[in-house]
């Protein structure tokens, strides 16, 4: 593995009453007076691990992670069936990043994370970007109904009997239309067997799109504990199955209010499940955002991609 820095423990960590019912968790690490950094991680739904605090030096940074509503340690956990997920948008998500922002008084920072976090970063840059001192993205997308239709429908061409599987999984008389949409309703079921057997073809088949690519773990998502599947699933689907609450392609069309703002956007050239093409578009309108393709990695990222990372937020850190 490309070597990070140290492990480090929070300082600072609370629960952010943002309403509707619901807590944040977040926790504050590294240096107080050191550059101010969210991570914002991916899924949705995924919730913050221990191991994202490594990438930044601890002498030079300030660095603030925050599990999203729903997941992680943030309450009501989206496990739970009785957990409302009327107030679980892309919009209350930017607004609970705001709201901790004011809440830690920090007057600008940087954004890193990948995934559907690089969705969530667009999307708060693009209404926050005098807030925003920088950003780094590991793995680009802007969850575009093209790419949702991609990931569960276009790429089905490389894994046709793991599609067939994860086809399957829903109902018979659904299966022939929108399966994002149909998985989502069975994340609803009253029988915790039907969400438990959803949330599994459904990580089966992420885990397969993933399949090819040279590094990391066979099973990124079925490997998850229990609770943990459940509200990625519960959480992703409903998501995906209303395009994020975003207007098509409005993310893009927006990057023009970026300007100014200096990022590094990090993407792998062997990426099935996020193609190269996404972050390609984004740097034509995004001007002060630089691609780094890497050639060795996927979705799951590589050593080298770790270690370009970390020098990204190194000379990020120098400034000020």
């Not at 600072?12 to 050191?34: I, K, S, T, Y």
């Not at 690089?118 to 001192?133: C, F, G, K, N, W």
């Not at 959480?235 to 392609?249: C, D, M, Q, T």
């Not at 080298?304 to 990020?316: C, K, N, P, S, W």
């Amino acid at each position: 593995m490309a070597e990070l820095y140290p492990p480090i423990e929070p300082y600072e960590q609370g629960m952010l009453d943002v309403g509707d019912g619901n807590r944040v968790h977040w926790e504050v690490c590294a240096n107080p007076g050191g550059k101010p950094a969210l991570v914002v991680h991916g899924g949705p739904g995924s919730g913050c691990v221990p191991g994202m605090r490594r990438y930044f030096d601890p002498e030079r940074y300030r660095v603030v992670l925050f599990d999203q509503r729903g997941c992680g340690r943030s309450t009501p956990h989206a496990s739970d069936p009785a957990t409302d997920m009327r107030h679980n948008t892309t919009g209350h998500l930017v607004a609970d990043m705001e709201r901790l922002r004011q809440h830690l008084g920090i007057e600008r920072w940087l954004l890193f994370g990948g995934s559907w976090g690089s969705t969530l970063i667009l999307a708060y840059a693009e209404q926050y970007p005098d807030r925003v001192s920088g950003i780094v993205i590991n793995g680009v997308t802007m969850t575009r109904r093209s790419e949702i239709d991609w990931l569960y429908r276009g790429v089905a061409r490389f894994f046709p009997e793991q599609w067939d599987r994860f086809r399957d999984g829903v109902p018979e008389a659904e299966r022939d239309g929108d399966l994002v949409a149909a998985y989502a309703r069975l994340m609803e079921h009253p029988d915790p067997a039907v969400r438990a057997r959803a949330a599994a073809d459904w990580c089966r088949w992420e885990d397969a799109v993933l399949s090819l690519e040279p590094h990391g773990a066979p099973d990124p998502y079925s490997g998850r504990p229990d609770d943990a599947r459940l509200a990625m699933v519960r959480i992703a689907s409903r998501y995906f199955a209303h395009g994020a609450w975003l207007e098509e392609g409005a993310l893009l069309r927006d990057a023009r209010r970026l300007k100014g703002i200096e990022g590094v956007l990090f993407h792998g050239r062997l990426d099935l499940s996020g193609p190269l093409g996404t972050a390609w578009e984004l740097t034509r309108v995004w001007t002060d955002g630089e691609l780094v393709v890497m050639q060795d990695a996927g979705h799951k990222g590589s050593e080298a991609m770790r270690a370009q990372v970390t020098g990204a937020l190194d000379r990020f850190a120098r400034r000020d």
